[in-house]
């Protein structure tokens, strides 16, 4: 905080934000323990279930499954070099994670973008998917399930509100105290901090500035 108020010259020029990229799910047994239908999803069980599901749909394909908390990689020479359908295993794969206990939707990365949107739980998954990294089917649980290579702890990177809601908190010059309960996205920081320098948005800002919290609803403007 020193350095901080250093750099800014003096306390009474200083902002401070406190956000988060994510959420967290709560540890699933003490949601059980609440009442709530909550589970523990082990990826380990669910890869080896995969793997043996494909091997007798595909028996002259050999697949290797993995599994990285929400995504499932197929890996295979066959895959790999072309010679078997990849489409086709991807989309088995998908099939039959979506009938798994504790799956809401699944989809294989050939369809990410032109299966229709389950109840709103494949668009946030499309918006996160990075190809080349991604998993070859991205399988979304059902609220209160929380996959995790360990059985210890909890997870998070589902669509619903326990892992999507943050807080935001600004304080300091040209912020009027007080709760605000509108809804801010965590895009919206950066262009309101922009905002609060004076300064145009940065270039790759997908957020909008905020502003009913500034001081005398505008920005504060630099120190004399």
Same mark, same amino acid.
Not at 37 to 47: D, G, I, Q
Not at 72 to 80: I, P, T
Not at 92 to 109: D, M, N
Not at 207 to 218: C, L, M, Y
């Given at each position: 905080m020193t350095a901080a108020e250093k750099a800014a010259g003096g306390r009474a020029n200083l902002v401070i934000v406190l956000t988060a990229d994510h959420g967290g799910a709560a540890v699933p047994e003490h949601w059980a323990s609440e009442g709530l239908?909550?589970?523990?999803?082990?990826?380990? +069980?669910?890869?080896q /279930?995969?793997?043996?599901?494909?091997?007798?749909? !595909?028996?002259? $394909?050999e697949v290797t499954v993995t599994q990285e908390e929400s995504d $499932?990689?197929?890996? /295979?020479?066959?895959?790999?070099d072309g010679k078997a359908d990849g489409a086709a295993v991807r989309r088995?794969?998908? +099939?039959?994670?979506?009938?798994?206990?504790?799956?809401?939707?699944? $989809?294989?990365?050939d369809d990410l973008y032109t299966a229709p949107d389950v109840a709103g739980l494949i668009a946030p998954v499309r #918006? /996160? %998917?990075?190809?080349?990294?991604? /998993?070859?089917?991205?399988? &979304?649980?059902?609220? !209160?399930? $929380?996959?995790?290579? &360990?059985?210890v702890g =909890?997870?998070? *990177?589902?669509? %619903?509100?326990?892992?999507?809601? &943050?807080?935001?908190? !600004?304080?300091?010059? *040209?912020?009027?105290?007080?709760?605000y309960l509108q809804e801010?996205?965590?895009?919206?920081?950066?262009?309101?901090?922009?905002a609060m320098l004076e300064l145009g948005a940065p270039a790759s800002a997908e *957020?909008?500035? #905020? =502003?009913? !919290?500034?001081?005398?609803? #505008?920005p504060a403007g630099p120190s004399n």
């Open positions: 239908p909550a589970r523990r999803m082990n990826t380990k +069980e669910l890869s /279930g995969l793997a043996q599901a494909l091997k007798a749909r !595909f028996p002259q $394909v $499932v990689y197929l890996l /295979g020479k066959a895959l790999e088995a794969a998908a +099939e039959w994670l979506s009938k798994q206990p504790g799956i809401a939707a699944a $989809v294989a990365r #918006r /996160g %998917y990075y190809a080349g990294r991604s /998993g070859d089917v991205l399988i &979304v649980p059902q609220a !209160f399930q $929380v996959i995790s290579n &360990v059985l =909890t997870n998070h *990177g589902t669509p %619903y509100n326990y892992d999507q809601q &943050v807080p935001v908190v !600004f304080a300091g010059k *040209g912020v009027k105290p007080g709760t801010i996205n965590a895009t919206d920081v950066a262009p309101t901090l922009a *957020g909008h500035p #905020r =502003t009913e !919290f500034f001081t005398n609803g #505008r």
